[in-house]
């Protein structure tokens, strides 16, 4: 288990000290992604992501680079729904210089305009890459299909519109306002002494506004249909789901039913859809279990004209799984999720975004025991209902790519009745 301590501010600091690990990760999170955004200032997270090496107080971009560099070390970045994070890694001994660096970053980029109009543009291209990904545009179709207008529905990248709109005015009253102490959390992983690095997070963020918890409405499940043909596109890509409950509620049954249902090979639906049938070049079956609300998302990409039977057997093999669960089946999805769940607790950077996850949500860090005992403890009555509940719901779906005229409608007859 981590050490964790509070700042006067309320930023949190958690430590695993690892002494194996002859490198050291450090991540700063800070709870502020597109859940907190509203419609006209969509994306603008990600583009303070992109601008925070772009310039600090004391540091150009350039300094930025090199001074992570000259430690053999990386430093990067990522935006994500509910939260944004900036990483390094490097050797241990130099874990307190990576968190006033990344202290730097968060607390004194300076978004230069120069370099905001420079990077305006690769955020454009990066727009324009994703808009490409017919199983991207599939995903971000699905999301409206689920929730509609909520924030819950706003892609991370944001859209075209604002990238081109947002102004330095803007990426800095965002900060101003989100970038508080109470949603900061400085998470290290390796050889460290956690006192040093306390005092090292003490002396970037100590004095940080402590600001107000960035909470948001859990969405609410509007059960759509979304469609887009996309020029160009030879296949049929299909991302249909259902809501299930979120990080700190019961959620552990259909973790279970997702893995049961469609991860690895052997799972009924790549068993069955493309090594029996032929039906899909690629399916999947995953849950996405956050804060504010939790996703089942079945995913596939098939041939256009075998986009029917699909949708006919994805449907009997989820009522399917109402009736009978397979035990040997579950047996798999458990170990599964186990050996899953413990390379994530085995990698520093993953390790340090659980625990940070796991503070935003339920105010602790989950032990590593506690997690393999909920997964352990779900029985074959728990995952039937587990599908039951969602099949009463209704799910969402989404389609994208090429498909035939017609195909809404067939869909939203088979799952909007």
């Given at each position: 288990?981590?050490?964790?301590?509070?700042?006067?501010?309320?930023?949190?600091?958690?430590?695993?000290?690892?002494?194996?690990?002859?490198?050291?990760?450090?991540?700063?999170?800070?709870?502020?992604?597109?859940?907190?955004?509203s419609a006209r200032h969509n994306g603008i997270s990600h583009v303070i992501e992109h601008m925070a090496f772009k310039g600090t107080a004391s540091r150009?971009?350039?300094?930025?680079?090199?001074?992570?560099?000259?430690?053999?070390?990386?430093?990067?970045?990522?935006?994500?729904?509910?939260?944004?994070?900036?990483?390094?890694?490097?050797?241990?001994?130099?874990?307190?210089?990576?968190?006033?660096?990344?202290?730097?970053?968060?607390?004194?980029?300076?978004?230069?305009?120069?370099?905001?109009?420079?990077?305006?543009?690769?955020?454009?291209?990066?727009?324009?890459?994703?808009?490409?990904?017919?199983?991207?545009?599939?995903?971000?179709?699905?999301?409206?299909?689920?929730?509609?207008?909520?924030?819950?529905?706003?892609?991370?990248?944001?859209?075209?519109?604002?990238?081109?709109?947002?102004?330095?005015?803007?990426?800095?009253?965002?900060?101003?306002?989100?970038?508080?102490?109470?949603?900061?959390?400085?998470?290290?992983?390796?050889?460290?002494?956690?006192?040093?690095?306390?005092?090292?997070?003490?002396?970037?963020?100590?004095?940080?506004?402590?600001?107000?918890?960035?909470?948001?409405?859990?969405?609410?499940?509007?059960?759509?249909?979304?469609?887009?043909?996309?020029?160009?596109?030879?296949?049929?890509?299909?991302?249909?789901?259902?809501?299930?409950?979120?990080?700190?509620?019961?959620?552990?049954?259909?973790?279970?039913?997702?893995?049961?249902?469609?991860?690895?090979?052997?799972?009924?639906?790549?068993?069955?859809?493309?090594?029996?049938?032929?039906?899909?070049?690629?399916?999947?079956?995953?849950?996405?279990?956050?804060?504010?609300?939790?996703?089942?998302?079945?995913?596939?990409?098939?041939?256009?004209?075998?986009?029917?039977?699909?949708?006919?057997?994805?449907?009997?093999?989820?009522?399917?799984?109402?009736?009978?669960?397979?035990?040997?089946?579950?047996?798999?999805?458990?170990?599964?999720?186990?050996?899953?769940?413990?390379?994530?607790?085995?990698?520093?950077?993953?390790?340090?975004?659980?625990?940070?996850?796991?503070?935003?949500?339920?105010?602790?860090?989950?032990?590593?025991?506690?997690?393999?005992?909920?997964?352990?403890?779900?029985?074959?009555?728990?995952?039937?209902?587990?599908?039951?509940?969602?099949?009463?719901?209704?799910?969402?779906v989404a389609l994208a790519g090429k498909f035939a005229r017609g195909e809404e409608e067939r869909v939203a007859g088979m799952f909007h009745k």
């Open positions: 288990m981590p050490e964790i301590a509070t700042l006067d501010n309320g930023v949190r600091v958690v430590v695993f000290a690892t002494p194996h690990l002859a490198t050291a990760a450090v991540s700063v999170f800070v709870r502020s992604g597109s859940l907190h955004e150009d971009c350039q300094r930025i680079n090199l001074d992570a560099e000259r430690l053999g070390a990386d430093v990067n970045a990522h935006t994500d729904k509910d939260h944004t994070a900036v990483h390094m890694r490097g050797l241990a001994r130099d874990a307190e210089a990576f968190v006033a660096m990344l202290g730097d970053i968060v607390r004194k980029s300076t978004f230069p305009e120069v370099e905001l109009e420079r990077e305006r543009e690769v955020l454009l291209h990066e727009y324009a890459e994703v808009e490409d990904d017919a199983l991207e545009t599939a995903y971000r179709l699905f999301d409206k299909a689920c929730y509609g207008d909520h924030p819950a529905a706003r892609p991370v990248i944001g859209t075209r519109a604002n990238i081109r709109r947002l102004t330095r005015a803007d990426l800095v009253a965002h900060v101003e306002r989100h970038f508080t102490g109470v949603n900061t959390i400085v998470g290290v992983a390796g050889d460290v002494d956690p006192d040093r690095v306390v005092a090292a997070a003490r002396e970037a963020f100590g004095d940080m506004p402590r600001g107000t918890e960035n909470r948001v409405t859990a969405p609410g499940f509007v059960r759509g249909l979304r469609a887009r043909r996309l020029a160009g596109c030879g296949q049929a890509h299909v991302v249909l789901g259902f809501p299930i409950p979120a990080l700190a509620d019961e959620h552990h049954a259909h973790v279970v039913a997702a893995a049961l249902f469609g991860e690895g090979m052997s799972s009924p639906l790549l068993d069955r859809l493309r090594e029996r049938r032929g039906l899909v070049y690629h399916a999947d079956c995953t849950t996405d279990v956050r804060d504010a609300y939790g996703q089942f998302v079945v995913e596939a990409s098939t041939a256009p004209e075998n986009l029917g039977e699909y949708f006919v057997e994805v449907t009997r093999m989820l009522r399917e799984h109402v009736d009978a669960v397979d035990p040997v089946g579950l047996e798999r999805a458990r170990n599964q999720i186990a050996v899953r769940g413990l390379c994530a607790q085995e990698a520093p950077a993953q390790r340090l975004e659980i625990a940070a996850l796991d503070l935003y949500a339920l105010g602790r860090v989950r032990p590593r025991a506690e997690s393999l005992a909920r997964i352990a403890a779900v029985t074959p009555a728990q995952v039937r209902d587990a599908f039951a509940r969602m099949l009463e719901t209704g799910a969402a």
